[in-house]
């Protein structure tokens, strides 16, 4: 029996997979859908009535063919059914909305984010009823602070999906919120809510899993653990992150151990390992206690799974193990790569969209990578000492690991982290300790000085394992900056399976694949580096409070800006996607060194009423005049100045924008509005 057969899942999440990514980048079309799935029938039912066995054999692939049409439109009707509730009915307008809070508020710098579900609607025509999922961001005051999750509000606002700014190489918030079911966003002043109703939600599942993970918290808090030491272990244990500060994230990722404070597989293997030990201690060998332990420990996943907010990884691991634990149930020892894709294919039914959550590719990747690479990595070496050999199978996990997820980090992060193996070192095993030892600090927390003692063990574990990172951080040349794209990324993945299948079976057909698909990503990436020597461009970046102006050529990248910071943040990616020079930050606000030319057309940069209320017989004459929010719109502006193009930055408030707009049109002058129309980006 060959792989496929053993792996029925495999197909059938590709199948499903197949509607999914179709309906994502097409849209979703009603009658392809239908068509599909009546085509798919039709073709399944025709392959279970032929009896004839020569006709059997001869169309023997189209029950197969079937198959994909079904799960192709249920994968499509999958994704417009959660697209759907994801859409709002009054997108952006300005009205009264009823809304619940759903989880527990977080406090941010500056104001209180909620995640809320929405109830109605009210404006100057009525109250209409709505739905949907939102995150709303009240101003922070002692009000806001006390509130909590089942409040139910009235609040004064716009709520809508937030826009892309056009910038080259952004991360689409809105899409992203998208794809995790959340409507929209809305920004709540001080003074403009009001409670309506204190009642809990007792109703909830996520809620009681958010208040058990809340009770768990207090207990960390309780026995004297802060700083970053609660930080990495709330995200470590509980999935809590927003107790990490930047500083420490940026460590993590730095060194490649970020995977540590996302409740993943390791995670939830040690809890599923605790678990089987200590039933097995508990419970006497027999069919009566397999069945009972079984089921506790399928129990005891879901359960940390809802109390760690059932992200993609932990659910994937959680149902995967939970399959396992059904598998000893059932008597039936169950095949890994089809328990996998099983796990797979529940949770694409249960949301669509995780296939195109980053998270959930890693997780699926590292694990796959893991199951098929890492054995036979440990087989290139025969160790007979015990620690050696304990260390030589931690560093082929993390190899196999890297092997998977490399191609989607280095796409999606544009950074590999040097010293992988080396942060692994340290930090699998101290969470393995942290894990074991939280467990153990919440069954004997409420014993006098035991439970102290405990936290402070725990305490010291953490603080050690965060110094060790420091030091690999420090490290010279921890981070490598790369950019690769989506086709050398698929070029990549084609590579590493082809490898696979030479690890299995060496063939030639194989080994010509993995050696064409290397050499078509490394003929990508000479020509990226080809077309980046060519580069001539000017982009306006659109930020709303940061003027951004960007000039890169072969040897040049000049930066016009008034916050250097935020600029080197905003444009760093589109920098590395196209080699550029060291950047030339120009901050001051002299005329002079806002004006640059760029094939022969000049370009100046105005940040200030440098012309108000002044004459001049003689225009100066560009080709593009850029505005900032400091420059009043005035038509004595384009008696010194005559622009062919005026363009706005995005810092322009928006009664401005229809000023210019208007005397740029009154004076026969194309007209540009970033904040509005988006990034401006000119290649020459």
């Excluded at 499903?16 to 994502?24: C, H, K, N, P, R």
């Excluded at 989506?486 to 399976?497: G, M, N, R, S």
């Amino acid at each position: 029996m060959n792989f496929f057969a053993k792996t029925p899942f495999l197909r059938l999440f590709a199948f499903l997979a197949t509607g999914i990514v179709a309906a994502e980048c097409f849209g979703y079309n009603p009658w392809i859908a239908l068509a599909s799935a009546t085509i798919g029938c039709a073709l399944i039912i025709t392959a279970l009535v032929i009896k004839n066995a020569t006709i059997e054999y001869r169309l023997r692939h189209i029950f197969g063919i079937g198959t994909v049409g079904v799960l192709a439109a249920i994968g499509m009707q999958l994704w417009h059914t959660f697209d759907q509730r994801a859409t709002l009915d009054f997108d952006r307008q300005q009205g009264i909305y009823e809304a619940t809070i759903t989880a527990a508020p977080i406090e941010k710098e500056r104001s209180v984010m909620c995640h809320a579900r929405l109830h109605s609607f009210s404006d100057s025509c009525g109250q209409h009823a709505t739905a949907g999922q939102v995150i709303l961001y009240i101003a922070k005051d002692s009000a806001a602070l006390a509130l909590q999750r089942g409040t139910t509000l009235l609040v004064s606002t716009a709520i809508g999906r937030p826009q892309p700014n056009g910038n080259p190489e952004e991360f689409d918030y809105g899409n992203y919120l998208r794809r995790q079911g959340i409507g929209g966003t809305g920004y709540v002043p001080a003074g403009d809510w009001r409670c309506i109703s204190q009642q809990a939600d007792n109703f909830s599942i996520r809620g009681i899993a958010d208040d058990c993970r809340s009770y768990l918290l207090s207990v960390y808090r309780k026995m004297g653990l802060s700083g970053n030491e609660f930080g990495m272990l709330a995200a470590l244990t509980l999935g809590y992150k927003d107790a990490l500060t930047p500083e420490l994230r940026e460590s993590f990722s730095t060194t490649g151990a970020s995977h540590v404070l996302a409740v993943s597989g390791l995670h939830v293997g040690i809890i599923y390992a605790v678990l089987n030990w200590l039933l097995s201690l508990v419970f006497r060998k027999s069919k009566r206690n397999e069945h009972l332990r079984s089921t506790l420990i399928i129990v005891f996943l879901w359960f940390y799974a809802f109390i760690t907010g059932l992200s993609p990884s932990v659910m994937r691991a959680t149902v995967m193990f939970s399959f396992m634990a059904l598998g000893g149930l059932l008597g039936r020892k169950s095949q890994t790569y089809n328990t996998i894709f099983l796990s797979a294919f529940v949770l694409l039914l249960y949301r669509p969209t995780l296939l195109f959550d980053v998270g959930f590719q890693l997780s699926y990747s590292a694990v796959l990578a893991i199951i098929y690479f890492q054995p036979r990595i440990v087989g290139l070496l025969y160790i007979k000492q015990r620690w050696l050999r304990w260390a030589w199978e931690l560093t082929a996990v993390s190899l196999a690991a890297q092997i998977g997820t490399a191609p989607l980090s280095v796409y999606y992060f544009h950074q590999f982290p040097t010293y992988f193996l080396l942060s692994n070192f340290v930090v699998i095993p101290a969470a393995t300790l942290i894990l074991y030892t939280a467990i153990l600090l919440f069954v004997v927390a409420w014993i006098p000085y035991l439970g102290l003692a405990v936290a402070w063990i725990l305490n010291a574990i953490l603080k050690s394992m965060y110094f060790l990172i420091t030091c690999i951080e420090s490290l010279p040349h921890a981070l490598s900056f790369v950019w690769i794209d989506a086709w050398q990324v698929l070029l990549l993945y084609i590579a590493i399976v082809a490898c696979g299948f030479c690890c299995y079976r060496l063939s030639f057909n194989y080994l010509a694949t993995m050696l064409a698909a290397i050499l078509a990503v490394v003929g990508l990436q000479i020509w990226h580096n080809y077309t980046s020597l060519t580069t001539n461009e000017v982009v306006v970046f659109n930020h709303s409070k940061t003027v951004i102006v960007n000039k890169i050529t072969r040897t040049e990248n000049r930066v016009l800006t008034n916050d250097s910071l935020v600029a080197r943040r905003t444009t760093s990616d589109h920098w590395l996607r196209l080699s550029a020079p060291t950047p030339n930050f120009v901050c001051d606000s002299t005329l002079a060194s806002k004006v640059f030319t760029l094939d022969g057309q000049t370009w100046l940069l105005l940040d200030r009423n440098l012309f108000r209320r002044s004459t001049t017989d003689q225009q100066l004459a560009v080709d593009y005049l850029i505005v900032t929010r400091d420059v009043y719109p005035s038509e004595e502006l384009f008696l010194h100045i005559r622009p062919s193009t005026l363009i706005t930055t995005g810092d322009v408030y928006a009664r401005n924008n229809a000023k210019f707009s208007k005397l740029a049109s009154d004076n026969g002058i194309n007209f540009y509005a970033v904040k509005e129309q988006g990034a401006l980006h000119l290649t020459k």
